[in-house]
């Protein structure tokens, strides 16, 4: 496991880690292809279990997003009571990519809402902007944060368009109660085009690449090179 900095923009401290798979196999070099491998053959919440009892361990102290693949929501491991989510001292975030459809909206959100009141589980939509995305899963999920997609980050300081657009999804989603992170920065004036914007947070190399935690109190600010 591998952690990535989730960085609040208001005073470029770390609010949270995200908690980031890694393999060995060279056909599963890529998360996505493990993922979806695991889906096809009907072993999702077993993956995410582990990858649940390894992380959760690792980022004592802190708020912990972890990837939750849409079908997992199908099984019984997430909402088992010994799962190790529940056991972590801080605020955790189920983070559901929206790259992949959810084929049972009804389920995922009773899932989502049980997760909720029994443990204060906050919800993020990933990769929001990509693939499937359908402004209804913001009404249907009621998300707490929302993961703009890095094709609609990066390049941002240069496209207008980008930036009227990035504005106006930021504009909707704090009307519904959502918080908004960029994801996929990776350059100063990306980073200056998305303060502009009225995001809350940002996340990408330019403020820290995916890395193993350096102490249990992880990392405080983000490097004096992206402030």
């Known amino acids: 496991m591998v952690f990535q900095p989730i960085v609040e923009l208001a005073d470029d ?6 908690a980031l798979v890694r393999c060995s196999w060279p056909e599963y070099e890529q998360p996505p292809v493990l993922f979806d491998d695991a889906a ?4 999702s919440g077993q993956l995410g279990r582990m990858i649940r009892e390894i992380a959760v361990p690792m980022c004592p102290g802190q708020r912990l997003f972890v990837n939750v693949h849409p079908t997992e929501l199908d099984e019984s491991f997430l909402v088992h009571p010994d799962d190790p989510i529940f056991a972590h001292d801080h605020e955790v975030y189920v983070e559901l990519t929206e790259a992949v459809p959810v084929a049972d909206v009804d389920r995922c959100s009773a899932v989502l809402k049980e997760l909720r009141a029994r443990a204060g589980i906050k919800v993020a939509i990933d990769d929001f902007g990509a693939g499937y995305s359908n402004l209804r899963i913001l009404a249907d999920l009621q998300p707490d944060i929302v993961k703009l997609d890095r094709g609609m980050i990066q390049g941002i300081s240069t496209n207008l368009r980008q930036q009227q657009l990035a504005t106006w ?6 009307d519904l109660g959502a918080r908004v992170v960029a994801e996929g920065v990776e350059t100063r004036d990306d980073l200056m085009a998305v303060r502009d914007t009225g995001l809350s947070y940002a996340q990408g190399f330019f403020l820290g690449r995916p890395e193993a935690l350096r102490s249990s109190s992880g990392v405080n600010r983000v490097p004096l090179r992206a402030r």
């Open 169 to 174: 999804i930021v504009r909707l989603c704090h």
């Open 40 to 43: 096809h053959w009907n072993c």
């Open 13 to 18: 401290s770390v609010y949270a880690q995200e």
